[in-house]
């Protein structure tokens, strides 16, 4: 293919992403979804991407998002924190807007322990944490389980003017010292927008009620 030829197609998705953020909202057809979009349940409950937290599956995230999810247990190397098992799908495409999807399961941990002492096979990563490949009768009591959180990771660059428009004022902007990251903090969304300066986002939604669980590990309440 002519190299002119491939950086037109190039050119012209990123002028549809850029669109599909600029645009008022109310200028998208109605079975669109997209991460600004966030509702609440009659009983205080997040709903986002059609999705309802602590209510919704992976099953049901699955269908949404037309894609197989990768489930895991990881096990953090200090054993200070609890261990998680997620749900990854590597590319969601809604409302024209590629990204990538974790989702942290809602599992008690006497359960997780039971998953974990099950797992058909255990890799340790580069930050000392363990990867635990489930049995597969416990990937199907999983893919059962509530969806307890959800982080979105857009493949396009974000800044303050953006997220602003979309989101509104933050109840709290908190910079990490460290990584220099800034944090957007949405409590009556159950929303964290998280921004480096380089521009790369991750917004991670949680029910309104576990907002503070949210932050407890990033110290920032």
Do not use: C
């Amino acid at each position: 293919m002519d190299v002119k030829i491939i950086s037109g197609v190039i050119f012209f998705a990123v002028i549809v992403l850029a669109i599909g953020l600029l645009i008022p909202a109310g200028e998208h057809s109605p079975d669109q979804t997209f991460p600004w979009q966030v509702e609440h349940t009659a009983d205080g409950g997040t709903r986002v991407f059609g999705l309802i937290l602590g209510e919704s599956t992976v099953q049901d995230a699955e269908q949404v998002f037309n894609a197989a999810a990768e489930i895991s247990l990881f096990e953090p190397p200090d054993n200070q924190h609890p261990q998680v098992i997620e749900a990854y799908f590597d590319k969601v495409t809604l409302g024209g807007l590629s990204a990538k999807v974790v989702i942290v399961m809602d599992i008690a941990p006497q359960h997780l322990m039971a998953i974990y002492q099950r797992g058909a096979r255990i890799s340790t990563l580069g930050d000392g944490s363990r990867k635990v490949t489930l049995h597969m009768d416990d990937i199907q009591q999983v893919r059962s389980a509530p969806i307890g959180g959800l982080t979105y990771l857009p493949r396009i660059r974000l800044d303050a003017a953006l997220l602003e428009k979309r989101f509104g004022k933050p109840a709290q902007i908190v910079i990490e010292k460290d990584s220099n990251t800034t944090h957007w903090l949405y409590p009556d969304k159950g929303l964290d927008v998280s921004l480096d300066e380089h521009g790369n986002g991750v917004l991670q939604y949680v029910p309104p009620a576990k907002f503070a669980q949210l932050m407890a590990p990033l110290d920032l309440l």
